[in-house]
């Protein structure tokens, strides 16, 4: 079930949280272990299965997955090359990364990457996907549906590659860049329908909740009001 709409759906703020013991877990763990949790409830650990997650950015939460599960297979997508390599080097290469948000009157912290064997990041559009038809058995993004230059195509790709009776998880505020989305996809009823029609079978709609962005050690924020919604493939 979707939790308290204001604190287990939050962004968090910092990179990573593993191994941080200041000021900024205390802030961004309970949001973290939300997004992770409602994750899980979707899919069995423990389990070879293939887990994609769609604009991944560092590898924030596609990582605590894979390494929770060393016997899964994990992909993380984005099409930026920077956040990208930087993920790779704290996930896969093990390399230690100075995390430095005193500008937000946080203290600095170092942390210690990890060397997972069953992970992997790759750049790709999310319109366009580099596996194979039906070949991930779970897949999930947070906050990129609104930012793609074809929402709709993406929404095909994540049909194409999901294994049949395989899930998705979608967190998006439909904050969209173009004209056009707009009125193709809102309000959320519109969505709804395009889900429907691609085939998809809806197990869970949580509409207008709120997403707080915490930006600095005060509590400043921004909050967003966002849709999520579980999906299955027939």
Same mark, same amino acid.
């Given at each position: =079930? ?12 910092? !990179?990573?949280?593993? @191994?941080?013991?200041?000021? %900024?877990? @205390? ?12 994750? =899980? ?7 070879? %299965?293939? !887990?994609?997650?769609? +604009?991944? +950015? #560092? ?11 060393? %016997? +899964?297979?994990?992909? /993380? ?7 990208? =390599? ?5 996930? #896969?290469? @093990? ?9 937000? /009157?946080?203290?600095? !912290? ?43 195509? /993406?929404?095909?790709?994540? =049909?194409? #590659? ?12 439909? @904050? ?12 959320? !009823?519109?969505?709804?329908? #395009? ?15 709120? %997403? ?6 005060? /509590? ?7 849709? +999520? ?6």
């Amino acid at each position: =079930k979707w939790s308290s709409k204001k604190s287990k759906w939050k962004l968090f703020l910092v !990179v990573l949280l593993e @191994n941080n013991r200041t000021q %900024i877990e @205390n802030n961004t763990k309970e949001s973290m272990s939300g997004i992770i949790c409602s994750i =899980k409830n979707y899919y069995y650990f423990n389990f070879k %299965i293939n !887990v994609l997650e769609l +604009g991944c +950015g #560092v590898g924030r939460m596609i990582g605590i997955l894979a390494k929770e599960n060393p %016997i +899964g297979n994990y992909w /993380g997508i984005d099409y930026s090359y920077q956040m990208l =390599k930087q993920g790779h080097d704290f996930w #896969v290469e @093990n390399k230690t990364i100075l995390l430095d948000l005193s500008h937000k /009157g946080f203290s600095s !912290v170092h942390l210690p990457g990890h060397e997972l064997k069953n992970l992997n990041f790759g750049l790709a559009k999310a319109e366009k996907l580099p596996f194979r038809n039906e070949s991930q058995d779970f897949v999930f993004s947070n906050f990129l549906l609104d930012r793609l230059k074809q929402p709709l195509e /993406g929404l095909k790709e994540m =049909k194409r #590659v999901l294994k049949r009776n395989g899930k998705i998880i979608i967190i998006t505020p439909l @904050n969209f860049l173009h004209k056009d989305h707009w009125q193709q996809f809102y309000p959320s !009823v519109k969505l709804l329908q #395009v889900i429907r029609e691609i085939g998809f079978n809806v197990l869970e709609w949580e509409d207008n909740f709120t %997403i707080e962005e915490p930006l600095d050690l005060r /509590g400043n924020a921004l909050k967003w009001n966002c849709i +999520g919604m579980v999906l299955q493939k027939s």
